[in-house]
């Protein structure tokens, strides 16, 4: 997955090509050079499986680890830090 300038930008590159002008993202300024192009494919459910479960087990940590922080901070008395901006 790449920001969405970024593919408006490759895009309309050739092979080889660099972008006339810094492409300007989110994350910042940006030249991009396109090296290669290759055409996507869909991948047969044996071969995405585990694919799938390694997402599927990422997103189930870091929620546990969100939720798991979310009740120590309900519970506890800290002072100095806003933790409602930090995220």
Known sequence: DTA??????????????????PVATRYGSHIIRLDAREQG????????RPR??????????????KSLVAALLEDATITGVDFDHAA
């Open 52 to 65: 799938i479960r390694e997402t599927l087990e990422r997103l189930a940590w870091s929620h546990a680890a």
């Open 4 to 21: 969405p300038e970024f593919e408006a930008a490759l895009g309309g590159l050739a092979v080889g090509e660099i972008t006339p002008e």
């Open 41 to 48: 494919a869909i991948l047969p459910y044996d071969l995405a």
